[in-house]
């Protein structure tokens, strides 16, 4: 498979802009396939506000189950999203996040072909997770087998009360495949995904967010307006430390401490030394900044 490109290396290489451009060169993944040269734009809504890219998935007749088509919007979205976007946010259309894998295109694959379809899925989700901006994304009604794993990709999950989820894999003759188990566990424990995956167990809104599916949960039909609220404050964060944090974090919580602890370092001085985080220092230092406050 051909290695994903940013904009910048598809008409030749060239320098790098800047330390996060170059960042974001050395941190992305070699084995990813090129996204759809492509993409259906009627199955992913885009809309820009202000610093935060929102994207809606947008086939609620289908419950916006994952089909191929669908994989590479989003992966194309990720791929290269808009320079003036800080952060974003993925919602959906309709009553439901997601249903999962749209079945009705599942074809008949040899195993060669199925380990190339569930490696497409992991380059987009992993372009997700470790792209260039943090991704809040709004969950309601069916968070399902794929949509649990789209989900698990993004950094911060706000539910409203009317989420569930499931992961019915096991319960149709299959296995996840799209990264689920690699992220789900880190979310929720391996154990209670053996026990989802076994018996077709489904958490509601209240069972997800206290196992930790969900980082935020809201009433019913809030859950777009608080991600994007969330995705606001955090494009208003240096983009480099936003980087920071979702580059390095789950990189060092995979290494024992002495190597993570020396990464922390790295990260710590890049961050600091970039301009826009010794701006956010002055104005602090000089009571311009916002503190810290118990919550209301």
Not at 115 to 137: L, N, S, T
Not at 141 to 165: M, N, P, Q, S
Not at 244 to 254: K, S, T, Y
Request: hydrophobic share 45%; net charge neutral; proline share 6%.
């Amino acid at each position: 498979m051909a290695a994903a490109r940013l904009p910048s290396e598809q008409s030749g290489c060239q320098a790098p802009r800047s330390l996060l451009d170059f960042l974001f060169c050395i941190s992305s993944c070699p084995s990813m396939s090129d996204a759809n040269p492509h993409p259906d734009n009627t199955l992913l809504a885009r809309e820009l506000v202000g610093p935060v890219l929102h994207l809606r998935l947008n086939r609620p007749a289908k419950r916006n189950a994952l089909n191929d088509a669908l994989i590479g919007a989003l992966h194309a979205a990720f791929d290269d999203p808009p320079p003036q976007a800080r952060a974003a946010v993925i919602s959906a259309a309709g009553e439901h996040f997601c249903a999962g894998l749209d079945l009705s295109e599942l074809a008949e694959r040899s195993v060669f072909e199925g380990v190339e379809h569930a490696r497409m899925w992991h380059a987009a989700f992993d372009r997700i997770q470790f792209g260039r901006i943090p991704v809040v994304v709004a969950l309601h009604g069916a968070v399902v087998g794929g949509g649990l794993e789209l989900a698990a990709a993004a950094h911060i999950r706000v539910a409203d009360k009317t989420a569930f989820y499931g992961l019915p894999e096991g319960k149709r003759g299959l296995f996840v495949g799209g990264g689920g188990s690699a992220r789900v566990p880190r979310l929720i424990g391996f154990a209670r995904m053996t026990d989802m995956m076994l018996t077709g167990r489904v958490l509601d809104a209240q069972e997800g967010q206290a196992c930790g599916l969900s980082h935020y949960l809201v009433e019913e039909g809030q859950a777009l307006q608080k991600a994007l609220e969330l995705a606001q404050r955090i494009a208003n964060n240096a983009p480099l430390s936003n980087y920071a944090v979702i580059q390095a974090l789950p990189r060092i919580a995979q290494l024992s401490q002495p190597d993570g602890l020396f990464m922390e370092a790295l990260m710590a001085a890049i961050s600091q030394g970039d301009e826009a985080a010794k701006q956010r220092m002055r104005d602090f230092l000089e009571g311009r900044g916002e503190k810290v406050r118990k919550p209301s």
